[in-house]
């Protein structure tokens, strides 16, 4: 292939002086240049110009009795002749590199079908050979109409390159990425850009910079990209390798032809999308270690939005029925460059190399490998009781205010700091779990319950002069919630009682004994989903709540779109109420009056509010896109009286819901307010009772600058931001907590570990003037903050 395209021109030179020179008097009508090569390792002729360009053994066509010339090149290795055995025709035979032969003869006056192969039998036998198509002009070809085939290809090879991960190209089967230009009028866009001057490549004609495009993409960067103007090495300009000279070229004829080349290639040619079945390229091998490295960096990075079992959630499905058409290169594209919607650059921020990206593209494209469930008696075999309840102190050891502790995760030390919130000094630093995700107190406040990714949770008793960790435990291998019991009413007092894990993977939740750890009870949440009642076999534990009205949990059901009210009265045989509510169930909290929870279905757009207190819905409401409000925020608006909010990872607004159906019944459970953000992928939004403004953060947001700026929305005024800052040079600002009295708010800077100077710090602003404070640096990459005495009593 190489051949053909560096020395095509020098070829299609020499063989139109053979041509000219060809036999027999006759003068052709059509003349067929073909070169030998190596296809997948086996020799074959090559097509040389025109429509055959590149095509492998390609199809000749010729009308009844049309004279035509056939000239063949030798394209390096052996001797080749091109041999018309049923017209007894041939070339001469070609010996060296370059030289070419040429055959001039007539076609039968039938139509038909005539094969021509290599003269030497051991290269036909390798597969030399092809087809005279003899037929009328405009005639189907032998299999298909030569208009289809040419579409066909194309989309095919659109297909193949991946372009449909990136890229919205009408008449392609899954040709709806946002990552790239829309492609919907391409030929028309590119004219008018080169008409206008604006283009500044090399191309003059719609086809070259299609051309160009392709094969150096930063040769010029399209100004219009979904989400604002396209970024310089985010095409891989690797498609040129992965696609044939004449896929190359049918794909810029078909670009060039939109947005009317669409249409030839949707219904009437059966490339609709509804018809046209995508292109499914073989699976990809890995070696062993390849595919273990991706097993291990799949699970830490990627099966908490896509699933363990890969069938989707916060990010889409990632089966092989969704990832072979996308191809290798469109994956690692995705992988490297990420998305507006939410999916992290691992390769832009230097996680995976271009190389990773490509391995763990291919690993998607395989089967997910069917992870390990764990059994109560495997939990029990985990648990460690390192300090008996007994031993324990019966009072607070330390003078220090331990209800303004905040414990801080150090997310990629697998550590949490518990750091004073009045001197700030970190008073104990403990291993937790594999990149902590959450802490939750107990009722009293006195322990600290920290889960990690990996289902590791560790019990921290604060009383202790420096706070250590008293009881371990794993209940699964992939985790994300905790929560604690915190009723206290005619029903007993559950205060400090029990425990309760949420799993991603297994799917579900195991009651613990809250003061030890012991594993209890384990109920699997594998269930159908609420709406269309369709089995789904990994329904993810998001957020769990405990209720101040009733010994309930609510736990949510991410996938069936349930949320679970589990009573934990008698937690052998705990009672549950299904609520059906809406798919993707992820974050959320309570209301002011704590009687109300709010939480996001991240991919439906939705907010579902539970009322506590008669275990019922109370209603859904319709919000931006991909909200994620950790557990939101509770604030009087200046119109709308109480409200929650949420920002969104995938729009860059704040929207507020009524919270009040007492006095403002027109407004609860309804999106009342909408105040735009300077950018989306935001994760947490954070308030105070006693705090005059709103703050939130743009964590994932693609831009690093905007990725470490947080904005602040007056409580007066929330029509728009007040303000926006960074808060500081590096990495991302991520969650923000308040302290105990509500007088300052800790931003997380999560950096980077393996880059000193650089890991992340907490920045302390006094919320009455929006001024820094304080500033603890060197940690590492922190990210959640949970001052003890809020997260108690749910202040947010
Ligand atoms: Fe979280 C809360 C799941 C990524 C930091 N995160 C939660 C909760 C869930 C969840 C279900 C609610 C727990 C509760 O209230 O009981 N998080 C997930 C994911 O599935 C996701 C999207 C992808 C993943 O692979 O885990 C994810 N989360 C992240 C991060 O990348 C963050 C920023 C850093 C990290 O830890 O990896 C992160 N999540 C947090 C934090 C909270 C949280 C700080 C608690 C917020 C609060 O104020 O309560």
Known sequence: ?????????????????????????????????????????????????????????????????????????????????????????????????????????????????????????????????????????????????????????????????????????????????????????????????????????????????????????????????????????????????????????????????????????????????????????????????????????????????????????????????????????????????????????????????????????????????????????????????????????????????????????????????????????????????????????????????VIGRDGRLALIDLWMEKPEVVARVQTCYDARSVEVSKYDGPEGDFRDKYAVTGCYWPPHFAILDGQTLEPMKVVSTRSYTFDTGAYHPEPRVASILASHYKPEWVVNVKETGQIWLVNYTDPLNPSIKMINAALFLHDGGVDSTKRYFLVAANQSNKVAVVDLKTSSLAGIADVGAVPHPGRGANWIDPEFGPVWSTPHLGEASVMSLGTDPESHAENAWKAVRTTPLPGSGSLFIKTHPNSQWVWVDMTLNSDPVLARTICVIAKSDPSQVYKCWEIGTYGRAVHFEYNRDGTEVWVSLWGDAAKPGETGAIVIYDDATLEEKARIDNLITPTGKFNVYNTVSDIY
């Not at 030929?187 to 850009?193: D, N, S, T």
């Not at 990420?338 to 998607?364: N, S």
């Open 1 to 449: 292939m190489k051949l053909v395209k560096l020395g095509s021109l020098f070829l299609l030179f020499a063989a139109i002086l053979a041509a000219c020179g060809g036999g027999e008097g006759l003068v052709s009508a059509k003349e067929y240049v073909l070169t030998t090569g190596i296809e997948d390792g086996t020799p074959v002729f090559l097509g040389v110009g025109d429509e055959i360009n590149g095509a492998v053994n390609p199809e000749l066509r010729a009308e009844p009795g049309e004279t035509i010339t056939v000239t063949l090149i030798n394209g390096g290795e052996g001797r080749h002749q091109i041999v018309f055995p049923s017209l007894k025709v041939k070339t001469d035979e070609v010996h060296e590199k370059g030289e070419s032969a040429s055959v001039t003869f007539k076609a039968p006056n039938e139509a038909g079908e005539l094969e021509y192969m290599d003269g030497n039998s051991a290269f036909e036998a390798l597969g030399m050979k092809g087809v005279l198509v003899v037929a009328p002009a405009g005639a189907p070809s032998a299999e298909r109409p030569a208009g289809l085939y040419v579409n066909e290809l194309a989309v095919q090879a659109i297909q193949k390159g991946g372009c449909v991960a990136c890229h919205i190209i009408p008449g392609v089967p899954g040709a709806v990425g946002v990552i790239g230009p829309d492609l919907s009028e391409i030929g028309e866009k590119v004219a008018a850009r080169i008409e206008a001057g604006e283009y500044t490549g090399m191309a003059k004609t719609i086809e070259e910079y299609l051309h160009e495009s392709i094969q150096s993409p930063d040769a010029f960067i399209a100004p219009d990209c979904p989400t604002g103007p396209c970024g310089a090495g985010v095409m891989p300009a690797s498609l040129a390798q992965t696609l044939s000279a004449d896929e190359l070229n049918g794909v810029v004829n078909y670009l060039a032809s939109l947005p009317e080349g669409a249409t030839a290639a949707g219904p009437e040619s059966g490339l609709g999308e509804s018809e046209a079945p995508a292109f499914i390229g073989d699976v990809p091998s890995l070696t062993d270690e390849e595919f273990s490295w991706a097993k291990q960096t799949f699970f830490e990075r990627c099966a908490g939005c896509h699933g363990t079992l890969r069938k989707g959630a916060t990010g889409p499905a990632l089966t092989p029925n969704v990832t072979l058409p996308k191809g290798t290169v469109g994956l690692a594209a995705i992988i490297f460059n990420g998305t507006t919607g939410g999916m992290p650059d691992w390769g832009k921020q230097g996680v995976l190399t271009q190389a990773e990206t490509e391995v763990m593209a291919k690993f998607l494209q395989n089967e997910p490998p069917a992870p390990p469930e764990m059994s109560l008696e495997q939990m029990k075999a985990s648990w460690q009781l390192i300090t008996p309840v007994t031993e324990r102190p019966t009072e607070p050891q330390t003078a220090r205010d331990w209800q303004n502790y905040f414990i801080v995760t150090l997310r990629d030390a697998g550590q949490v700091a518990i750091i004073d919130g009045d001197t700030y000094e970190i008073v104990s630093t403990v291993d937790s779990g594999y990149a902590v995700h959450i802490t939750r107190m107990s009722a009293s406040g006195r322990y600290a319950y």
